[in-house]
């Protein structure tokens, strides 16, 4: 049985790694960690001195703001080997990408939130930026979020929308009936539509990879204005997704290190 004065140290480190890296490029302060986190300021200084020391981050003497840090990167590079699946994705996300002149993504679930790991712009000019490599978002926000909550079993999609508040942050339009609502309308149709409900015209449609238990850990995304997202278009835009959503999780699945 573990320590769980332990167990809440890591838990606290954990959640403010994960704050960081959903900065993107541009680094964060330590108030804005301590508010997206939820922590004390002092903790959350006290946790990042500490990381820092090690070299999990990096702050810039500059602005103050912090980064993650180079012992991270070589990590991940060690747990890549086994974990990344990107380079599988990649020509996926490239295909819809080019095909469908929209911005294309690859998200994973890791615990109850998605977090984007690919992007590829396609030509259309006009881009939107609520995507970016590393931003996370809660499931049942962003089409990402939607079609994996929306695959899961009724059971865990029960226990998470009793649980959980998506309006606060998100607004209304994600109360437990308003997602439960898209939820039936993405079984029904394979793939989730996000209509605007993050920012104000730009839309998304995804459709889940499945792992190799038959459980929805990937998502592959398409976002653009409003425009190009028409009721006539979209039924070609979620066929292109799911052709490309079944062919990667194929591969996915022959290629997971458990199976061999």
Known sequence: MGDSSNDHLVGRVGS?????????????????????????????????????????????????????????????????????????ARASVHRLAATTGESAFFSALRGEETVCLLREDGDFPI?????????????????????????????????????????ERWGPAHSPDAVRTRIAQTRRDGYAVNPGLVVEGSWGMAAAVFDRTGKPAWALTLTGIETRFRPDRRPELGALLLHEAHALGRTLTSNDPAQT
């Open 16 to 88: 403010v790694l994960r704050a960081l890296s959903a900065t993107n490029e541009a680094g964060a302060a330590t108030t804005d960690l301590a508010r997206a986190t939820g922590l004390p300021r002092p903790t959350v200084h006290r946790l990042l001195s500490s990381l820092a020391a090690e070299g999990f981050v990096d702050r810039e003497r500059r602005t103050g703001r912090w980064f993650l840090g180079p012992e991270l990167f070589l990590l991940g590079q060690t747990a890549g080997t086994r974990y990344d699946v990107t380079h599988h």
């Open 127 to 167: 881009r939107s930026f609520v995507l970016y490599e590393g931003a996370r978002f809660p499931l049942g926000v962003v089409s990402a979020g939607l079609v994996i909550l929306a695959l899961l079993d009724d059971a865990e999609v029960d226990a998470y929308l009793d649980n959980t508040d998506l309006t």
